[in-house]
Every structure is written in structure tokens, then in C-alpha cells.
């Protein structure tokens, strides 16, 4: 029987675990690697705060997530096959790692932000079209 995720050191490694996958991914691994050319130290802590705070309401993250999508959006396309495999290896971690109300809560909340980000870049890209007309 698997835990539900209950502490900092669970949402570690799930981040951890997930960013594993992320970084071996053929789809996803350059967006990360090559084209964010990202800072893996700053980036899985920033991560693990978001997490804490979805799950366990710790006020820890500050961040502004909609704007890092937006900017990395306009460099490469975000495409709806990009989400899907992110939501795929998310919510694989999640069920590989815990099973409880909070790793349930892990999953609905990861399907629903990547709706989220993936309507708002959808407008943002309309907005700069019309803008550039
Ligand atoms: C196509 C799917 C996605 C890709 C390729 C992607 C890629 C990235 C990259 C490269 C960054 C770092 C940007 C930078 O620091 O310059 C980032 C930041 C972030 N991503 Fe995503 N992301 C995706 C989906 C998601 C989803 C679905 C969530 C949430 C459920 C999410 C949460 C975050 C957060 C919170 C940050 C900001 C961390 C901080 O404040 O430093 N991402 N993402």
C-alpha cells in the first residue's frame, strides 16, 4: 500500500522524481534543457514551494508562473501535445509515488492549471495578433 503525499520531503520526491522524466523526455527534456536553458537548483525548489502550496495551503510560493509560460510560449509553441504529455508523466509520478486525497488532489489540480495555462497562452497569442493588425 502506497502513502498519500504528506510532508516537504514526499513533494521533493515527486518533483524530483517528475523532472527525472521531464529532463529524459524526447518531447519535453529540450523545451527545458535547450530552450529554458533552465537552472535546475532554482527551478525544483520553486517548484516543490508551488506544490506545498497547492497541497498544503503553506503560502510558500510567490512566483508568477502565467508569465514564464507566456515568454517561453513565444519562443516555442506550447502545443496541446506538449500538455498532454506533461499531464501524462505528472500524473504517472503521482500514481507511481502515493496514492491518498492528496495525491488525488496532486493530479485534478496539475489537469486543471494545465487547462488553465493552455487557454491563457491560447488568448494571449489571439490578443497578439490582433494587437500586431
Ligand atoms: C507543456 C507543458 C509545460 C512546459 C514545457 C513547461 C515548461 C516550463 C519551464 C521551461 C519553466 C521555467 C521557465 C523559466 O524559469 O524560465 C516553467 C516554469 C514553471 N512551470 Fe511549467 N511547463 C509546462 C506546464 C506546466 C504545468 C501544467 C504547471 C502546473 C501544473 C507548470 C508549473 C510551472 C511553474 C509553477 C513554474 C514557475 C516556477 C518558478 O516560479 O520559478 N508548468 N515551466
Given at each position: 500500500m502506497k502513502k498519500d503525499i504528506e510532508n516537504r520531503a514526499d513533494i521533493e520526491l515527486l518533483v524530483n522524481t517528475f523532472y527525472e522524466k521531464v529532463k529524459a523526455d524526447k518531447q519535453l527534456g529540450f523545451i527545458f534543457e535547450e530552450i529554458a536553458q533552465i537552472n535546475w537548483s532554482a527551478h525544483l525548489p520553486a517548484m516543490c514551494n508551488f506544490w506545498e502550496n497547492i497541497l498544503f495551503y503553506t503560502g510558500s510560493y510567490t512566483g508568477n508562473p502565467m508569465n514564464l509560460h507566456k515568454h517561453l510560449d513565444q519562443i516555442t509553441r506550447?502545443?496541446?501535445?506538449?500538455?498532454?504529455?506533461?499531464?501524462?508523466?505528472?500524473?504517472?509520478?503521482?500514481?507511481?509515488?502515493?496514492?491518498?486525497?492528496?495525491?488525488?488532489?496532486?493530479?485534478?489540480?496539475?489537469?486543471?492549471?494545465?487547462?488553465?495555462?493552455?487557454?491563457?497562452?491560447?488568448?494571449?497569442r489571439k490578443g497578439d495578433t490582433a494587437s500586431d493588425l
Open positions: 506550447l502545443n496541446d501535445a506538449n500538455f498532454d504529455q506533461w499531464n501524462k508523466l505528472f500524473l504517472g509520478t503521482v500514481n507511481e509515488l502515493f496514492e491518498g486525497e492528496k495525491a488525488e488532489m496532486a493530479g485534478s489540480r496539475a489537469i486543471s492549471i494545465s487547462k488553465i495555462i493552455k487557454q491563457k497562452l491560447s488568448d494571449h
